[in-house]
């Protein structure tokens, strides 16, 4: 990794890079702290100081996060905050501003216990990761969505045929791989779970749904011929549809309007 400084650390981070730092995340989040830890310290090495000392801070919160006999006393958590308030509000995609919101809270429960000052675990925080746009990443994704085979799979899918679109998508997903293969794999469960609605397997589509958010999460600020953030929104709307539907006592859910996948005009 090249030297950078705070402002230009977006720029000079290489693809497999940010992978090994993404799966710390992935795996913090999953409550998996053992795993993030090495996964950051393997990514640390190849840190100037600056972002050493941010990662080594993740790697510290990680550590509290065992809740399985860690102590945690106000001096830890004033450590952690005294540390990253310089990477606020947002370093490597970490909403840097609401990890030390949370860490404040936590500090506020310890002032507030009646266990002698300290509290176990940093109380299942989590942490806010939005992808930074990374150019090596935004021409990978846009040269797969100006490919023929994916453009077809648009068409298909805004007809309604999401089996076919998904068979489409996923002759595309197996010629990728890497990022291109995460992000082309979330169309393909898109349109496979639009078309268990169809075939009234809401618990699949449910299942498949899930995933699809999650991936789509990691490409929000990849700038390409779609919109990624509004992909997520019509998800999150069918999810909401389909519970509504369940809640007042319907068997069969129906979209009350199709999805469609909008290319953004050049």
Known sequence: MRKKNKKDYKEVIYNDEWEIFERGVNYYNDNNFSNAISTWEIFSECCDHFDKTFIKSLIQTAKLNDIEGTSIKIRDID??????????????GINVSQLVASL????????????????NGLQGIKLAYSPPSNPDLDMEVMEICQMPDFLAGIELFNKGYYWEAHENWQELWRDQSGRGKLFTE???QLAEGCSFVKKGKTDTAIYLFGKVL?????????????????LINSTEIILEEIGSYRRNGHPVFKFTSKPVILLKRK
């Open 79 to 92: 450590n952690l905050i005294k540390i990253l308030r310089p990477y606020s509000p947002e370093h490597f």
């Open 104 to 119: 404040s809270e936590c500090k506020n429960k310890i002032q507030d216990s009646d266990n002698g000052g300290s509290i």
């Open 186 to 188: 979330a169309f393909v």
């Open 214 to 230: 999650k991936k789509f999460q990691e490409f929000k600020k990849v700038q390409c011929k779609i919109s990624i953030p509004e």
